[in-house]
């Protein structure tokens, strides 16, 4: 059986757990948190979540897992079969890795767990956010999915990217990203109604008591 290694706070685990659920795929969740102990980097060389188990091995990367989960496994499909479709879809789930989750991250600390950081990580955070929104407005269709009329990889990055990075614009600068973007609200509400996103949620929540325990005793 697939086994899935990570930690249920992590974005980038409930791409992937969420890719699992919505193709039908029976996996086994395995609690790793990363590190750079010898035993965490036997499993992910860089020491970072999530990490796919299969019977070759591991393999690590979310994009990588995504698409491999596309192409060995049986359920709906998340990507396309048409090669250019397909890379419009991988585009777009790049793009918001890139301009809007990246960016965004740089300023979680502040944003969600206290830290203070300077402004010039700040200000470069919002510029790229308004870029990075403004990009996903012309790349995205929101018909009524991100890259179309179906779910997709495309909508695995959105869903746990897009919510966090509002979040920071909102606490840190004041700004609603999706003010103009009234399709990209209508998606988010869209997919928090999906029956595998509320289980999904549910195990964020029940885990994050531990995971801010956690954080709070490495400061």
Known sequence: MIKLYGFSVSNYYNMVKLALLEKGLPFEEVAFYGGTSPEALAISPRGKVPVLQVEQG???????????????????PLLPSDPFERAQ???????????????????????????VLPDAIK???KAELLLGFAALARHGKFSPYVA??????????????????????????????????????????????NPNVQRIAADKEAAMPAFMAMVAAKK
Do not use: H, W
């Open 148 to 193: 179309g009329d179906t779910l997709s990889v495309a909508d695995l990055y959105f869903l746990y990217s897009v919510p966090l990075a509002c979040g920071v614009a909102k606490k840190l600068f004041g700004i609603d990203l999706l003010a103009e973007m009234p399709e990209a609200k209508a998606l988010l509400e869209r997919l928090e109604a």
């Open 89 to 115: 879809v991988l585009a777009v789930a790049k793009e918001i890795e890139l301009y809007i989750e990246l960016p965004g991250r740089a300023c979680y600390g502040e944003a969600f767990f206290g830290a």
């Open 123 to 125: 200000e470069k955070t």
């Open 58 to 76: 591991f393999i690590n990367e979310t994009a990588v897992i995504l698409e491999y989960i596309e192409e060995s496994q049986k359920g709906t």
